[in-house]
């Protein structure tokens, strides 16, 4: 808004030859000053129009905000609920609670609760990043030794693991650092990278998880011998909802939803680290993040 | 089933609003051979711990009248029910609500929906304890 008046400005003066008659080279300027005033008034009421309207979309995006918050919490105790309802019947059902079950009946209990689980775990995945990215997720950092979580993961996911027939190797160094972190969410990270890992290697096929550190760092990495990612797929494989393609039939049941490695991120970024997948199709993955060792 | 058997079970006090809940879980703690008995709301709970003397409590966070931190607070700090564990039972998952439980008094916590087996292996804890 500054540049028409200056322009303006520069054509008074060009226009101010002294050659001109005095009188009329004051009514001139004087002419020229008015609608200069004019001009700024005009800019001014334009400045305070854009003002008021600015506070306005101001109070609309916090009434937004608030209302997501709402939504989330909403959605976290109203859909938890039935669904809480559901799980707990069919349990009750397969344990025998109502009467012996019929092994037809059985097998679409077994069906109903394993898609109830699945849901459940898809509506904590939804809430885990609407929370992450609104930055309302509480996080409680406390220190403790990286090697301890990653080896609790690795033994969690075992019974898994050889039930597909998939050896499961851990390296991890004899000196063990201790990190400032959430535990909880790095321990979700694990979870997620190493499920992923599991799902997409066939029968027969090996994870490796890796453990590395610096004086100010620690990074680990899950290494898989699965199909791998074409390089298209690797640069938007942390966006969500995302699910590369792949030939092993998945069902319904086992399918997520793209939000995982999303999740994945959000974490590794709210502790100040970085999160990268090395891939070549038809040679495994590679997944690594990396984290300062006392993240804020 | 004799008197003896009756008296050797456990008491168990579940304080939940949501009916259908409360009922499913009284069906299957009554087939795993737990006694138990039902409240609908906060204030009815504590009224029911003094009364009734319950092994454990399974309890609700969000109900009416008086919510299930305070309800939990109430019970862990009269002396008659504070020896009472108190697994928390919610759909609110947070952390600030897990402290809060904990802080309340709560010996354990569990987020809805919850798979009973794991729900069954805090009891069998807590009864043990």
């Known amino acids: 808004m500054r540049i028409p008046v200056q322009k303006k400005n520069n054509a008074a003066r060009d226009r101010a030859r002294p050659d001109q008659n005095p009188e009329e080279e004051i009514a001139h300027l004087r002419k020229e000053l008015g609608d200069m005033e004019w001009a700024c008034r005009k800019t001014n009421d334009g400045i305070k129009i854009l003002y008021k309207d600015l506070e306005w979309k101001n109070e609309e995006l916090k009434k937004l905000d608030k209302l997501r918050s709402k939504f989330v919490s909403t959605v976290s105790h109203e859909l938890r609920t039935p669904l809480a309802i559901i799980i707990q019947a069919i349990e009750n059902l397969l344990a025998g609670a109502f009467g012996p079950v019929p092994e037809k009946q059985r097998l679409w209990l077994d069906r109903i609760n394993e898609n109830a689980e699945h849901l459940s775990g898809l509506l904590a995945e939804i809430l885990d990043l609407s929370k992450l990215e609104n930055g309302k997720e509480e996080r409680k950092l406390e220190r403790f030794d990286m090697s301890d979580l990653v080896r609790h993961c690795v033994d969690n996911m075992q019974p898994l693991a050889q039930k597909k027939n998939i050896s499961l190797l851990?390296?991890?160094?004899?000196?063990?650092?201790?990190?400032?972190?959430?535990?909880?969410?790095?321990?979700?990270?694990?979870?997620n990278l190493m499920g992923n890992a599991l799902k997409f290697s066939p029968a027969g096929g090996k994870i490796t998880v890796a453990f590395e550190e610096d004086k100010s760092t620690v990074r680990v990495s899950v290494t898989d011998t699965g199909p791998g990612i074409s390089a298209e797929d690797l640069k938007k494989i942390f966006d969500p909802f995302v699910q590369v393609e792949n030939d092993s039939s998945e069902n319904v049941s086992t399918k997520g939803i793209g939000l995982g490695l999303t999740i994945c991120r959000e974490i590794v970024h709210l502790h100040k680290g970085r999160i990268w997948a090395e891939s070549e199709p038809g040679h495994g993955s590679r997944f690594v993040f990396e984290i300062p060792r006392e993240s804020q | 089933m004799t008197i003896m058997d009756f008296s050797k079970k456990k008491k168990i006090l579940v304080v939940e609003d949501e009916v259908q809940l409360a009922e499913g879980l009284e069906a299957r703690l009554h087939l795993e051979g737990y006694q138990v008995i039902r409240a609908a709301n906060g204030k009815e709970g504590v009224d029911q711990a003094r009364s009734q003397q319950p092994d454990l409590v399974i309890m609700d966070l969000m109900m009416p009248k008086v919510n299930g931190f305070d309800a939990c607070q109430m019970i862990k700090s009269d002396d008659r029910t504070k020896k009472i564990p108190v697994l928390i039972l919610t759909a609110m998952q947070t952390l600030g609500a897990t402290d809060d439980a904990f802080h309340a008094g709560a010996d354990a916590f569990l987020p809805k929906p919850y798979n009973s087996e794991r729900l069954l292996e805090k009891v069998r804890r807590l009864l043990d304890s």
């Not at chain 1, 851990?170 to 979870?191: H, N």
């Open chain 1, 170 to 191: 851990l390296e991890i160094p004899p000196a063990s650092p201790t990190v400032w972190a959430s535990s909880r969410q790095l321990f979700q990270v694990m979870t």
